[in-house]
């Protein structure tokens, strides 16, 4: 009898333990948090020079912050921009940020002047 009263007093304390420790993020997901927060964003405008389906060409300004003359580039289309082509010659203002392998729009729309 006094081995299931230690058993049940024993589990009183490691079942909490244990379920809070499972709820808990593992530190990589942390780490992947963090280096999303970390991403840093550019801004920029510039015009279109041609509009495929999955990249977008735009001849832009100087981008100071990463020692960018005014070029023209591709960047990634998301398909949320995708959807919304423009035409060759409509000046824009735009953001992206740098992946692994390439620079990814974030924003683009037709700039308002």
Do not use: C
Not at 19 to 29: F, G, I, L, Q, V
Not at 67 to 76: D, G, I, Q, S, V
Request: hydrophobic share 40%; charged share 15%; no cysteine.
């Amino acid at each position: 009898m006094r081995a299931i009263f230690n058993l049940i007093f024993a589990s009183l304390f490691f079942i909490p333990f244990y379920s809070s420790a499972e709820s808990m993020p593992m530190s990589t997901d942390h780490d992947h948090m963090t280096m999303q927060q970390n991403v840093q964003t550019y801004e920029s405008e510039g015009v279109i020079t041609q509009w495929q389906s999955d990249r977008v060409g735009i001849s832009h300004h100087a981008i100071p912050a990463l020692k960018w003359p005014a070029m023209t580039m591709n960047f990634r289309l998301p398909p949320e921009i995708a959807a919304r082509s423009l035409p060759a010659g409509t000046p824009v203002t735009f953001s992206f940020v740098k992946t692994d392998s390439a620079y990814q729009l974030q924003t683009l729309s037709p700039l308002k002047r």
